[in-house]
């Protein structure tokens, strides 16, 4: 049994060390995802630990002009436990809850980034979430997201980028995630009502229009009915509004689930309804490209362990016409096409500017017309 110097701390919560997590499910991960954006330039980035495959791993990824291109990464997790650097990637969290620093080393996809992310309001903290599956839980996770700035720098393929203020984004999750780590399938032949899961649309939306922030995410099911629904607005005063609903219309480029605008209303506690209208504010990325659902070049995802040092890095279409949009060896079938829009937001009767505008349809949604 190893210890590491953060042991010295008085925060364990059960009779081992840190690196030991409670449960010995291999789906069990904790990590951050980030992102970066100005008009045209859309930057993702992320950091997990998987202690029960002595996984840590990571992304970084970059989209414009219709073109995704992306790094992955991954090594032992121990015995360097608590580095959070993994390949080309470090994180250094400069101060809690407040600034982080982002570094992408030289590396093979043609990308480098050295950005400092600085808080524009406190953390929201997600509702957890759970979900069984035949009687076992399959996934139990916890969130918090918060809206960020990013100033530094970016070089994409030797053009240099000065990133000034640009909108920016994060989120620090917890938990289970049965679709992360190895495969473990699980069937039955009787499921209970309450198992299913009845989510067939998606949003999560953290945003920035100036003179305030918000975030809010909302799960319907096929018919459109709302399964959940959380959020607020932060002001520069320090004030807040808690959210009660949204209601979307969406544009999609003909024939795809690709989005090209809309708007949205925000319900607040406070009575006030507020109406944001946007459209495209650059390419969108997919997620298998850094990893998820079988993106690795072994069609596996994130959390499992591919040896003592991994890199591997893709270039293809990410425009409407190559939808699905998915790196060159996964399938076409098997490809989810993009789920992480950078939208260009203006709030009726406010101020404007830029959100992480993330959207799936899982299967069917009938108030859009998807079969």
Known sequence: MRLHDIDELPFHQHPAPFDMAATSDPHFNDGYFFGFMAPGWYFIAGLRLHPNTNTIDGFAAVTHEGRQQCVRYSRALRPRYTELSVGPFTLEILERMRRQRLVLAGNPGGLEFDVELTACAPPFVETRYQHVKYGRIINDTLRYTQVCRATGRAVVDGTELAVDSWHALRDH???LRSTMGPRTPIGGVDRELSERDERAFRLWVPFDVGDHTGFFHTHETRA????????RLDYPDGTSVPLRSVRHKLEYHPGTKWVVGGSFELLGDDGGVRLYRFASGGTPADVQGVGYYGGWHDRGSAGVYRGPETIEHDRYSASPEAQPSGPDHVPVEKRWGPTEFPI??????????MAHFEHTIFGGYDPYGFG
């Open 224 to 231: 459109g009915e709302t399964l959940d629904f959380e959020g």
């Open 173 to 175: 999750s917890w938990g």
């Open 344 to 353: 260009a937001i203006r709030c009726e009767g406010g101020g404007e500017g």
